[in-house]
């Protein structure tokens, strides 16, 4: 019925879903550009669409007890961006724990305008020895989908350098407020 309902939205709102539509088991997904709370929507069909289950890192602070059953239901990890603990070792260890993980981040972290994107999802995929999926949401195109997949090479540079690449001409709903350098 989820899929079939975003199928509906996504016809009445013009977009369309692109690129690979098989997921490897183990991976983790970074969707960028991040510039408007509407990506979350337009992500959460898109996941709906092709039939994958994602879980997403969500600030501890939206878990307040109404909302809590909703975001973990719906896949949400509460991070605690106050508290001195290592995100990369805890989603690491789900990794290891699991048969089947998908993991979407926006690496710039926030849907303002970032000098440089967070880093952390490139060092949880070295660790975590899985592909990263780069997701596109282009508002210009109403496009959404993976524009690549690939292995960390530990060459950290040369990596984010090609994901700035790869993300270089795709434009979010709010423009200004998408950094396309990475570093």
């Not at 239901?73 to 990794?95: A, F, L, M």
């Not at 880093?119 to 524009?147: N, Q, R």
């Amino acid at each position: 019925m989820k899929k079939l309902i975003s199928k509906i939205i996504f016809q009445i709102i013009g977009w369309k879903v692109v690129g690979k539509l098989n997921y490897p088991d183990k991976c983790l997904v970074i969707a960028a550009p991040h510039t408007s709370n509407w990506d979350f929507f337009i992500g959460r069909c898109y996941a709906y669409i092709i039939g994958i289950v994602p879980k997403y890192l969500i600030k501890s602070e939206l878990f307040l007890p109404i909302l809590r059953s909703l975001i973990k239901w719906n896949g949400g990890i509460p991070v605690y961006r106050y508290s001195k603990n290592n995100v990369v070792d805890q989603i690491t260890e789900i990794y290891n724990s699991n048969y089947k993980f998908i993991l979407g981040i926006s690496p710039e972290g926030t849907r303002s305008r970032v000098e440089r994107w967070r880093t952390g999802f490139y060092h949880i995929a070295v660790k975590s020895e899985v592909p990263i999926l780069l997701l596109k949401m282009d508002y210009e195109k109403k496009e959404i989908g993976i524009l690549n997949e690939f292995h960390t090479s530990g060459d950290i540079d040369k990596d984010l350098l090609f994901i700035q690449n790869q993300y270089k001409n795709i434009k979010g709903k709010i423009p200004k407020n998408y950094n396309p350098k990475i570093f």
